[in-house]
């Protein structure tokens, strides 16, 4: 009996400890997921399930355009494979970090913002300064959906962002030649799609084979994520991506994308074997592979 | 019999919402729209095959009722592209979208599988004091049959084939099993 008490007490008491060290400021269960806000230390971030979640997103309280994360810092370099977009696609919104790096960036750039989860886009406006206008729309549509409605119309896009894949779960519908396929009939000639995926497990060689048979070579930058980036019209040298990087470099400091750490990461090395089958809408057990 | 039919509608559930995914999305509506037109099916299907236990039931003609949910489902297979991206084209609302591909896909062959449970009972009846033990058995096997294909399909299946390979193998037990009903009725006649 004794000991049970002591237990429940530590229990009690590393719970509570647990919750001063992060201060919760909204907690919501929406269609899709557990949402919370919390802040510590300086940081303000986005996380999905509680207390065991990966954060999706943060903002330094002190330094609100900084990037946190090292993805996203590596989603930015597309603009080094088209350094003057006119109108962008994210796919996945989070606490917004993406388009409201590219708002501040681009004063005229249209952007469309999708996202799947109507409480995930009112947390990024309540609590992560992402705003809507008429050059900054968001829409509540699964992104399949969105893009595949959009093909229909003659909306071309010359910068896709696909963000909509976290370590726990991936849309399996969003992995999958024919998926790829309709994005890149999206994508303008000179159009740039950058893809935060998670893969290091068995999935990374069905991911990469399933890109290379819809685009051919790209770009693929490492680091705790993977990040895919590819112009539609083939890779640019790194000549060319040195040189941009070099034209965007003051305009990137305040978001903390410095070339120095970025160019290093471009790779088109191809380090998954070549007879590795491809993922299709008839074949898609993403997750599953994920776990592998 | 009702085993396999039970693994067979749940399988086709899972892999449903594979199939309406790249037009419909994975939103938590186009479940809601695939479980209810399963369920809806299968409600009609029960009082279809109570009625038709009432007609000299024999083990044949539930042969017959399970090869024509297998050869309803072939659609599925050769035509749902097709289907589908009309249905995509005429209606905007993912919801209803959703809800009219998969009725027009899976509404007809679910009604027909839910008839098999029913006549199956009438079968296994033989004394009115066993009756609801029975009933009791084949609910377990057909429920049990459900819980099989829905943790097949969904955990290693989908890991192995694709999915309209699924279809066809599904397609094809059922076949066999119903032509081995046909079978045993006319040696035992």
């Avoid at chain 1, 606490?95 to 409201?100: D, F, V, W």
């Avoid at chain 1, 959009?150 to 909509?164: E, G, K, P, S």
């Avoid at chain 2, 086709?12 to 099916?41: D, K």
Wanted: charged fraction near 15%; hydrophobic fraction near 45%; glycine fraction near 8%.
């Amino acid at each position: 009996m004794n000991n049970v008490l002591r237990i429940l007490i530590l229990v009690l008491a590393l719970s509570y400890c647990s919750a001063v060290s992060a201060d919760v400021l909204h907690t919501e269960k929406s269609l899709y997921r557990n949402i919370e806000v919390y802040e510590e230390d300086e940081l303000r971030c986005l996380r999905f399930g509680r207390y065991n979640g990966t954060r999706q997103s943060c903002i330094n309280l002190s330094n609100p355009d900084n990037l946190e994360f090292n993805y996203t810092r590596m989603m930015m370099g597309a603009l080094y494979l088209n350094p003057n977009p006119q109108r962008a696609l994210i796919l996945g919104l989070g606490g917004g970090s993406l388009p409201s790096a590219l708002r501040k960036l681009y004063p005229n750039l249209q952007i469309d913002v999708v996202e799947i989860d109507a409480a995930v886009i009112r947390v990024a406006k309540q609590y992560f300064g992402f705003t809507t206008s008429t050059l900054t729309r968001a829409t509540e549509s699964d992104g399949r959906v969105f893009v595949k409605r959009a093909i229909n119309l003659t909306t071309r896009y010359d910068l896709i962002m696909l963000d909509a894949f976290d370590q726990e779960y991936i849309p399996e519908h969003m992995l999958t030649r024919e998926f790829l396929n309709e994005v890149r009939g999206l994508l303008t000639e000179q159009g740039v799609l950058a893809a935060n995926t998670f893969s290091s497990s068995r999935l990374y060689n069905y991911e990469s084979i399933t890109y290379q048979t819809v685009f051919g070579d790209f770009y693929n930058l490492k680091d705790a994520n993977r990040v895919i980036l590819i112009r539609r019209n083939g890779p640019p040298d790194m000549l060319e991506i040195k040189r941009n990087a070099e034209g965007l470099a003051a305009k990137l400091k305040p978001f903390g994308v410095s070339s120095n750490w970025l160019i290093p990461k471009f790779s088109r090395e191809k380090d998954w074997p070549a007879n590795t089958r491809a993922l299709t809408d008839q074949y898609s057990p993403a997750n599953l592979l994920n776990t592998q | 019999m009702a085993g396999w039919s039970g693994f067979f509608v749940m399988a086709i559930e899972l892999l449903s919402g594979r199939i309406l995914a790249p037009s419909f999305g994975n939103s938590i509506y186009v479940w809601g729209g695939v479980i209810s037109i399963f369920m809806l099916a299968l409600s009609i299907g029960y009082l279809i095959g109570g009625h038709l236990s009432v007609h000299t039931p024999t083990l044949g003609k539930l042969g017959v009722i399970l090869i024509a949910a297998s050869l309803t489902s072939l659609p599925v297979v050769f035509f749902s592209d097709v289907l589908i991206d009309l249905v995509f084209n005429h209606v905007s609302d993912p919801r209803y979208g959703s809800l009219l591909a998969s009725s027009t896909l899976f509404f007809i062959p679910t009604v027909i599988s839910g008839c098999i449970s029913p006549y199956a009972i009438r079968l296994l009846v033989t004394q009115l004091h066993a009756s609801g033990q029975s009933a009791g058995k084949l609910y377990f096997i057909s429920t049990f049959g459900s819980a099989a294909g829905t943790i097949g399909t969904s955990f290693y299946l989908v890991l192995l084939f694709e999915v309209n390979q699924i279809f066809s193998g599904l397609i094809l037990i059922s076949l066999s099993l119903g032509g081995i009903a046909l079978l045993l009725n006319t040696t035992h006649e």
